[in-house]
């Protein structure tokens, strides 16, 4: 009932910067929290960063001072901005909507592909 769409993945420089967006739609009234997870080949899918609709956030220790997430809540959309990228960030990164943060229903899109440069 959720849909999620993510974009602004792409080829980037270690050390150089993407803005990842998560258009969200459907019906979002058991939605508390939104977020981003990515995955590497042959790694599990791991948590980036979540926020919830109060604006609390949550980061994974190796993305804090890099990474920040954001909502705008007019356009349903959540980002991602990524700085100081590090070849190690290759990875599918997936936009979630989750009902029932933090032990509840995550919605997934499809993913979009960050591919970091050395």
């Known amino acids: 009932q959720v849909q999620l769409v993510e974009s602004g993945g792409g080829l980037v420089q270690s050390g150089g910067s993407l803005r990842l967006s998560c258009a969200a739609s459907g019906s979002m009234f058991s939605i508390n929290a939104m977020g981003w997870y990515r995955q590497a080949p042959g790694m599990q899918r791991e948590l980036v960063a979540t926020?919830?609709?109060?604006?609390?956030?949550n980061y994974a220790d190796s993305m804090k001072g890099r990474f920040t997430i954001a909502r705008a809540n007019a356009k349903n959309t959540v980002y991602l901005q990524m700085n100081s990228l590090k070849p190690e960030d290759t990875a599918v990164y997936y936009c979630?909507?989750?009902?029932?943060?933090?032990?509840?229903?995550?919605?997934w899109g499809q993913g979009t592909q960050v591919t970091v440069s050395s």
């Open positions: 979630t909507a989750i009902s029932g943060y933090p032990s509840g229903y995550y919605y």
């Open positions: 926020i919830t609709f109060g604006g609390s956030t």
